[in-house]
Every structure is written in structure tokens, then in C-alpha cells.
């Protein structure tokens, strides 16, 4: 009985092995490599897709779909709109490309009009490389902007330190911004409310390119003024009161821009058996740290 191969049998089939593996392997990297180019194209074909779904829900307006222009639709830009499927984690955009998972695609769909049809191409490069990177650009003088509580918002104030030019350098006019408060788009500033917070973003197109540039200002509601403080019955600062009588320290009206509750708080006495001058001295301090000081003088006679 035989019980085991002999050295030439065991090299024969080595060799036998060998041969296959030189037919089957490149075979089979072709197979892998033909799927994923397969699904690649397949991905392609989407974006395509939600670039169509784009361009048909916007085609009537002219700031976002030109009809002379050619337009640059990025990747991102599809996400964020709702046409493509995110499939970063949290906030991160990104769609991986099926021929390379580490490799993230963001490219740029080009749409041209053309014999009264628009015509889609998909590169792997991004929109302002294929224009060259010619994007506008924004100028913002003060990019953080503190406006007194309970002050008017003057909305034109805030546009007149923002200015926008084209890459050729041609000045581009700038809208109103879509204003902001914790995420949520609100009408309007409100100076009411302090410490409040807002961000104002700036989008101006280039009409020859139809690429865009974002800036943001931000708003913060605060209180600079120092709280203001009165007291009743008294004038110019003065109080006179006859000797002997009896006399109380008079409590302090005590107003402040903010609309908050303040205290004064008074320091000295009056001895009204001495003919002479007394002053009482009265500090109010707001909840952002300004403080008023006031000086009551009480004249004591005969």
C-alpha cells in the first residue's frame, strides 16, 4: 500500500498549483476590480440623479440655475440640500468612493444648457478646481459686533461693513443675511433679551460663474451703560433737614437699560443734632458689571 507521495509527486503538484494560481488570481482581482468600478458608476449615476432633482426644483431661479452660465453642483452642496443620503457620522459629509473606501467622493457635477436641455457631467474633481477656483470673495470689517441691550437694530448699519467682489475684482451687491439664533433662522435681531446671540451669513453669487462665498458676522447682545440712580424728593443732589428732626435715609430709584431689578446700596449717616453737611453715598452695580455712584448731600440746619 502507498503510503505518502514521493518528492516529484509533491513538486508536481506544487508547480500544478502554482499555474493556477498565475490563471485564477488576476481573474479574480479583475472580477473585484470590475465590481467596484461597477458600483462606482452606479454612485456617479445617483449624483447624477440628485443633481437633476436639483436643477428641476430650481431651473426657475436664476441666482441658483443659469441657462447661460455653466453650473458647478458639489457633492456637498447635494447633501446638504436633501438630495443625497449622507453617510458621514453626525455632521460630516461625505460618500465613500466604492473603488477606494478610504477615499471620500466630492466632487462636482457640471450642468450646461444646450439645445434647450441640460446636460450632466460628474468629475472626481471639485467645483472650484474645475473653474479654475474663481470664487467671489466676502469682506467683513467687523466679523464680532456688540449692540446695546434695548438699543434699535439697524440692519442696513450692519450691511454697510460687509463687501463682496468677484475674482476679477468687480464689485458684487450684497442681500440681506439670513440671521440665526441657536441654530434656528429668526426674522430679526432682538436687543431685548441680553447676553442674546446671533450669526448673520452673507452669500453672494458670481453671476459669471455661478460660484458662492459664505461669511458670518456675529451679534452679541450686551450692557455697557452703568445703571442710572435717583432719589426722590431731593434736588441737585440735596436734601436739607432742620436740627433735632428726625431723618431717614432716603431708598434710591434705580433704573438700567437692561430692564433688570437693581438695589442701591447706601453707606454713611446724618447726625441731625450738629448743624452741618452729611453725605450719604449710594452704589448700584448691574449684572454685567457697570456701576453708578451717587452722592446725596443732606444739609442740616437751624
Known sequence: MKKGFTLVELLGVLITIGFISLITIPVVTSIIKNSKNKLYDTQVNLIIDAAKKYVLENVDDETKISKTLNNYLSVETLIKNGYLENKGEGSKVEIKDPRDESQIMNGCVTVKYKNNKFKYTYSDSTCEELNEGHAPTITINEKT???????????????????????????????????TKGGKVVSNVDTSILNARYLLTYTVTDPSNNLSAKDKIKIIINDTTAPNIEIPNSENNRITVKVGDRFTIPDAVVTDNSGEKIEAVATGTVDTQIVGTNTITYKAIDTSGNEATYILTVEVYE
Open 145 to 179: 459686533i456688540k449692540i446695546e441691550v434695548n438699543s434699535s437694530f439697524d440692519l442696513n448699519s450692519i450691511n454697510f461693513k460687509v463687501s463682496a467682489k468677484t475674482y476679477e475684482g468687480e464689485s458684487l451687491e450684497i442681500s440681506n443675511p439670513v440671521i
